[in-house]
């Protein structure tokens, strides 16, 4: 009961996606053709949004549960062969099932089942990535 509102505000969230066209392969293509500004404008008002938020919250001094301070620690860049590799899995993955990793449970709920095939194959990468990661280089 208490993951209640998550639900509800995940399933909110899916719906807007999808009334958005945001997870639309159609919509997509448009974007990587440059034939449409729709998704670089719903890209761009998330960005702006991001900025605007965390700026808020950085002003405000806003602190979690736990009484820390709320922000980003700043990440140190490896070497490029693992962004290349990262990269190049991540487009694959998109270009063969032709949707983003994020809206893979709101196509299943808009009735798009062959999406569950994507949505099971990110989450086994994610709980081999998880069983690997001790082993591999970071």
Do not use: N
């Amino acid at each position: 009961m208490t993951l209640l509102p998550y639900f509800l505000i995940g399933s909110a969230f899916g719906v807007i996606l999808v009334e958005a066209e945001v997870v639309s392969w159609f919509r997509i293509q448009e974007m990587f053709r440059f034939d449409a500004f729709h998704m670089y404008g719903i890209i761009g008002t998330a960005v702006l949004t991001a900025a605007i938020s965390l700026l808020t919250i950085k002003r405000l001094g806003v602190r979690g549960p736990d009484g820390e301070p709320l922000g980003f620690t700043p990440k140190v860049l490896g070497t490029g062969a693992r962004y290349l590799a990262g990269g190049t899995v991540f487009g694959l993955g998109w270009a063969l099932t032709g949707a983003c990793p994020g809206p893979l449970v709101a196509l299943v709920g808009a009735g798009t089942p062959v999406m569950l095939v994507a949505f099971l194959s990110a989450l086994g990468g994610t709980w081999t990535y998880g069983r690997l990661r001790p082993k591999l280089p970071h």
